[in-house]
């Protein structure tokens, strides 16, 4: 058993592994190869089929390959994919939320910018001609509201 366990830790040994993309291929090609069964066409059962191996190949290649920084990068990518789109929608919720707020404090104050470092400063509605203090660089200009 000592020799079996040492030839598998030599076979991985520097090995890129199994990761997202490989699992996603595996899943793929077992989906197509399982898919391929529910067709009568013989063409397309065979395409499917080694459609499905092709994937299975492939996921296998990508855990056995000693270049881990390219399956690296290709795993990122991948990833990337999924990620974006998530990523983008809770992006246009935040600024949908920041432009909601926005509108709501607008009804009571207005909004001022800086002259020297043009950062926003809101002052309460209806005081008539004031000082303003940039709270970023301290900055005094007057402004009416």
């Known amino acids: 058993m000592d020799k079996f366990q040492k030839f598998i830790q030599d076979l991985f040994k520097d090995r890129a592994g ?3 993309l490989s699992l996603f291929l595996s899943v793929l090609g077992l989906i197509c190869i399982v898919g391929a069964g529910a067709f009568s066409y013989p063409y397309v059962e065979v395409v499917l089929t080694a459609l499905g191996v092709a994937f299975l190949v492939l996921s296998i290649y990508r855990v056995f390959s000693k270049d881990k920084s390219k399956r690296y990068q290709e795993n990122y990518k991948f990833k990337s994919l999924f990620n974006s789109n998530s990523q983008k929608k809770s992006e246009r919720e935040a600024a949908k939320a920041k432009k909601k707020a926005l509108k709501e404090k607008l ?20 005081k008539g001609k004031i000082r303003i203090t940039c709270p970023k660089c301290g900055e005094k200009f007057i402004g009416k509201t």
């Open 107 to 126: 009804k009571t104050h207005e909004m001022f910018y800086c002259p020297k470092c043009k950062a926003s400063c809101f002052v309460p509605k209806g």
């Open 18 to 20: 199994s990761d997202e």
